[in-house]
């Protein structure tokens, strides 16, 4: 078999020049991007250019406490830079180096994302909350979620039921949306959407979501099903409802 032999050979850049974490060295075309002790720097072959003074007051604001949440990703013409500042733990901003024009801009504030990566010419993005998100330029598309529940007969399916309310438990993000429907069939596409709000906060809430009775017949089975987008941590749904002796 034909063996083909690359040589490569190590080549000193700089001496007094490092990066401060790996998370920021990310390749933008023929540009190698990353995050400096003092600066951000850009290389193209031979020594590497600090592009950060546009940006030095976002710069002189790092937590260098939490710089290991630092982190960069790019969508083939830009350089995305996460960056903790102040007292933050997580990335407070996201500044963006368009390196068509050599510019800086500051592209969104307080989404602490974590990771960026390429994959089959789209980007993704996740949040230290563990939210996944289809990055579109400079905006964001929030993956949509859906959960459908099994049919429940309450162990009498030969009884008629009339369901009143539906508890549901757990933590919705302020930027979360959350449809609930309902069907009396054990299967089949027969959804009927149930008006309901909430009040989307940090922490675990509960939330109290009442059926309209003139929506729903008096039904052997139900199920349920619920979707949206963002944040959304369910911990328990409860059922209230009333059966009927034939």
Request: net charge neutral; glycine share 6%; hydrophobic share 35%.
């Amino acid at each position: 078999f034909p063996v083909t032999i690359l040589l490569y050979a190590v080549v000193e850049v700089s001496n007094d020049i490092g990066c401060v974490d790996h998370k920021t060295l990310v390749e933008v075309g023929d540009t190698l991007m990353w995050l400096g002790s003092n600066d951000v720097y850009a290389h193209t072959g031979g020594r590497p250019k600090a592009i950060g003074n546009h940006i030095r007051k976002y710069l002189d604001r790092i937590n260098w406490t939490h710089i290991a949440n630092a982190n960069a990703f790019t969508d083939g013409l830009r350089y995305y830079l996460n960056l903790p500042l102040d007292a933050h733990e997580f990335p407070s901003i996201r500044l963006v180096y368009d390196t068509r024009y050599n510019l800086w801009n500051v592209a969104r504030t307080f989404e602490g994302l974590l990771q960026g990566c390429q994959f089959q010419n789209k980007v993704y993005i996740s949040n230290h909350v563990g939210i996944t998100s289809e990055f579109a330029g400079l905006t964001t598309s929030t993956v949509e979620w859906s959960v459908t529940s099994k049919p429940f007969d309450e162990g009498r399916a030969e009884v008629l039921k009339e369901y009143k309310e539906l508890h549901l438990q757990g933590c919705f993000a302020p930027n979360a949306t959350i449809k609930v429907e309902y069907s009396c069939t054990d299967r089949g596409s027969d959804w009927v959407e149930i008006p309901y709000s909430f009040n989307p906060s940090h922490v675990t809430q509960d939330n109290s979501l009442i059926i309209p009775l003139d929506n729903m017949r008096l039904t052997n089975w139900v199920r349920f099903r619920l979707s949206g987008t963002g944040y959304a941590e369910l911990q328990q749904i409860q059922r209230y409802y009333r059966m009927f002796r034939r």
